[in-house]
């Protein structure tokens, strides 16, 4: 039972309830200096008493140093509570998927499914030695051109489009793999 619960009228009709409000209003809540960077900090709680005032009134008024510890940390702090989001987030929707649940209320779960390709290069390789040799000398080019260190070794990725360029899109299919990506998302749908 919570306190001051025995003082409380059971059972008001609405009207009541107002009445009662306008006769005993809720006590107000005092609200934290929204600007002061000891009060809106959850790992920082402002040490002041109400009738002091703080010394920092802003985050623009702390020295420089001091400043970025707290940018810093709030920064930690948000990327933290995003990744906490995130994760929430992708569990819900992954639950939803597996349980079939497509729709509820004014909410649909749509996906947009993108397909991407990557070249086997060993066996474009094999394949297609003449085009993977013209491949391998451009990516040495472009390396030496921006000026960093070269090996002659074998190329690790090649660009699929360059690649259709080169033999075509359909003997091309023979030595890629594809990899299919979900991106699922909540969408209002206005009734």
Same mark, same amino acid.
């Given at each position: ?35 002061? @960077? ?118 690790? @990725? ?34």
């Amino acid at each position: 039972m919570t306190v001051g619960a025995e003082e409380q009228p059971q059972g008001l009709t609405p009207k009541e309830e107002a009445a009662d409000l306008r006769e005993n209003p809720l006590p107000e809540e005092q609200d934290p200096c929204l600007t002061c @960077t000891h009060c809106v900090r959850e790992e920082l709680v402002c040490g002041l008493d109400s009738d002091q005032e703080c010394t920092y009134q802003s985050l623009d008024d702390l020295p420089p140093l001091e400043r970025i510890y707290f940018l810093e940390q709030e920064k930690k702090r948000l990327e933290q509570a995003l990744a906490n989001v995130t994760k929430m987030r992708d569990e819900r929707i992954d639950a939803a998927v597996k349980s079939g649940i497509t729709e509820e209320g004014d909410f649909l779960l749509k996906n947009k499914r993108r397909k991407v390709r990557a070249v086997k290069v060993d066996e474009f390789k094999a394949q297609f030695p003449e085009a993977y040799r013209t491949l391998h000398n451009a990516a040495i080019d472009a390396a030496m051109k921006k000026a960093q260190d070269v090996t002659v070794s074998d190329l690790v @990725t090649i660009s699929v489009k360059e690649a259709e360029e080169l033999v075509g899109k359909k003997p091309l299919s023979n030595v890629c793999t594809e990899q299919v990506y979900d991106h699922w998302s909540i969408v209002l749908v206005e009734g």
